[in-house]
Structure formats: C-alpha cells, structure tokens
C-alpha cells in the first residue's frame, strides 16, 4: 500500500492469512453464512476475505486497500466517520480490528453512531482490540494511537453505546504479530489450540462480540 502507516506500521505479512483462517473459524459461531458482513478499517482484508457469508463488505479510508480485496467482496473507500455507500439498518454483522484506538473521542462518537445506523436490530459488533491492561509497555509504540482501551473500559464503551456483551475474552491474541521469532508459529493447529486455550502467554489483544438491542 501507498499510505505512509501500512509502509511502516502495519505491513504485509504472509503469516497473517494462516492466523486470520482460525480466527474467522473461531467466529463463525456468531456469523451466520447468509448474513452480510461489513469489515471495517479493513486493511488488507484478512477478516473479509475469509469469510463465508452471502455479502462481504469491506470498507478503509485508503484508496490502495481495494486491491488486496477477494473477488466477490464489495470494497467502499471512505472514512468509518461516515460510511456512506452502506445502507440502514442492512448489516447482520459489523467487524473492526486494532481499528477504535486510532480514533479521536469525536471519531468515535460518529464511528458508532455510523455502527448502528447500519446495523440490524440484534446484528452484532465484533472488535478485536489491544488490551491497554495488558500491554501498556508498548501500547504507544505506535504514534497514531489516539484512545486507551482495557477490556473493562471497552465493556462500559460498549453498554453506554447500547451493546449486549454476549462474549468477551481480554486475552486472546498476542499484541502483534510483528515480533520474531513469532510468539505464535504460524500453523494453522498451534493457533487453533492457542485461540482455545484457557491460558494465554504473552496476550495483548482483547475479543469482544456484542448485539445492539
């Protein structure tokens, strides 16, 4: 990508599509194959792209991310602040990643404010998120983080919005996947395992599912 953030901070890296391959199957629970599915600040479309679900809709402010889109996934470039192009009350699930600590106080009032407007009545917002709690030493390693987010402060973010907490887990992943040696080797079986596993060595990312009501 062009942008000056996906050349320095978020870079491509193979062994993600091996990580994201478990994480949808550890999500399908809550994502029913007819549903429509919008990605939101979607990046490289890891989430999207593997996917099973009758709509995919992935949406970024980055004009470069459409080509990293699989086919049949319908990309809208424009800032999650105003996500036009997605229609009312249309989407069964909305989906961020490492997405909601980037944005202001202000962005966030309009993002979710754009979340409902799109969402269904019980359609579901997904979020994975670094866990400030567990990962305060290199939290602002990165310059554009804007928002302190702990699972505790999350959960409360979420209820003040109108959200249902139905599952949350404030460790499920590690804070990155940039470290080397990976902290999770990319097999498709060890990731499975750790995403199911009660106990969660260097986690830094927290998972929450919650409904609108």
């Avoid at 909601?100 to 998120?129: A, C, N, P, Y």
Wanted: hydrophobic share 40%; net charge positive.
């Amino acid at each position: 990508m062009k942008d000056n953030y996906y050349a320095s901070r978020y870079t491509w890296n193979k062994d993600r599509t091996t990580v994201w391959k478990e994480i949808v199957r550890f999500l399908a629970k809550f994502i029913s194959q007819q549903a429509t599915v919008l990605d939101i600040g979607a990046g490289y479309c890891d989430f999207i792209n593997n996917v099973t679900a009758t709509n995919r809709m992935a949406l970024d402010y980055s004009p470069d991310f459409m080509e990293y889109a699989a086919e049949g996934v319908k990309t809208i470039q424009t800032p999650v602040t105003n996500m036009v192009g997605v229609e009312n009350n249309s989407v069964d699930v909305v989906f961020a990643s490492n997405l909601f600590e980037h944005l202001s106080d202000e962005e966030l009032v309009q993002t979710m404010k754009e979340v409902k407007r799109v969402l269904k009545q019980g359609g579901r917002l997904i979020l994975m998120q670094p866990n400030y709690r567990l990962a305060y030493k290199t939290y602002f390693d990165d310059p554009t983080h804007k928002k302190v987010f702990s699972d505790e402060s999350l959960r409360a973010f979420l209820v003040s919005h109108g959200f249902m907490i139905e599952l949350s887990k404030p460790r499920f992943l590690p804070f990155s996947l940039k470290s080397r040696p990976s902290l999770i080797p990319p097999h498709r079986l060890i990731v499975r395992a750790y995403l199911n596993s009660p106990i969660k060595p260097f986690a830094g990312q927290m998972l929450f599912v919650s409904k609108k009501i």
